[in-house]
DNA sequence: GACCAGGCACATC
DNA sequence: GATGTGCATGGT
């Protein structure tokens, strides 16, 4: 199994290269989009971004101090406009009160420590944990979504029912803790969803991954 | 118009 | 623990 998983890798690499995620300026902004993006096309989600950036809110202290009602509008076109405003709301309260709005402090706690605090943050759960985690605190956590979950249970690595935390207890298993190396999984495993493993109508012909067992 | 997109919380059984 | 539902915009 062990085997499959990294053949898997190389093979997603050859054919899409190195992905350079997360895609954004700054650890804040992947904090952000982490958020944003939930459950949300990536182009809305970069719109509603790009809206927080035109308007210079999109640093911690600023966020922090816009009004909801603004915070809303700027975040439109992420969709689920008014959860995701109390998401970040939620996360910017904990962000201030534990950490003094202070990345550097909130990178120094240990992974699983930190992982309880985001998932006890109203708004966060693990895909969105381990995203903060993983892309903008370089820990090794590795991040499970639905295309993860839709590929290795199409190719027959996973069932298709199994949870979150048994999903990345898999990957736990059968790959090196590197954040290098989990960075680089996850994105190309979205790269592959995104372009191949469609939900209903998948490419499987021409997806680079065929006669893979 | 239907379906989908890089979730999550909450209610209910 | 599993299953269902609300949350909403924008692209195909």
């Known amino acids: 199994m062990r085997r ?93 009160e534990k950490y003094r709005g202070n990345l550097k402090r909130l990178s120094q706690k240990p992974l699983l420590i930190l992982r309880q605090e985001l998932l006890a943050v109203n708004g966060i759960g693990p895909e969105s944990a381990d995203s903060i985690l993983l892309y903008a605190l370089g820990k090794p956590a590795f991040v499970v979504d639905a295309y993860t979950k839709r590929i290795f249970s199409r190719h027959r690595l996973i069932k298709e029912s199994v949870s979150y935390d048994e999903t990345q ?17 996850h994105a190309l495993l979205v790269k592959l969803g995104k372009d191949y493993c469609l939900k209903r109508i998948p490419r499987c012909a021409e997806c680079p991954l065929k006669n893979q067992k």
């Open 169 to 185: 207890d898999f990957f736990r298993q059968n790959l090196k803790n590197e954040v290098k190396l989990f960075n680089e999984y």
């Open 4 to 96: 499959k998983v990294i053949l898997l890798y190389q093979k997603l690499h050859r054919a899409f290269g190195p992905q350079h995620w997360w895609p954004a300026e700054s650890s804040f902004e992947v904090i952000v989009g982490a958020i944003l993006t939930q459950s949300t096309s990536w182009k809305n989600g970069e719109k509603a971004i790009g809206n927080l950036k035109k308007h210079k809110v999109l640093t911690a202290k600023k966020l922090y101090r816009l009004k909801s009602r603004k915070l809303a509008t700027y975040i439109r076109p992420a969709g689920y406009y008014n959860i995701k405003t109390k998401r970040l709301k939620a996360f910017l309260k904990f962000f201030f």
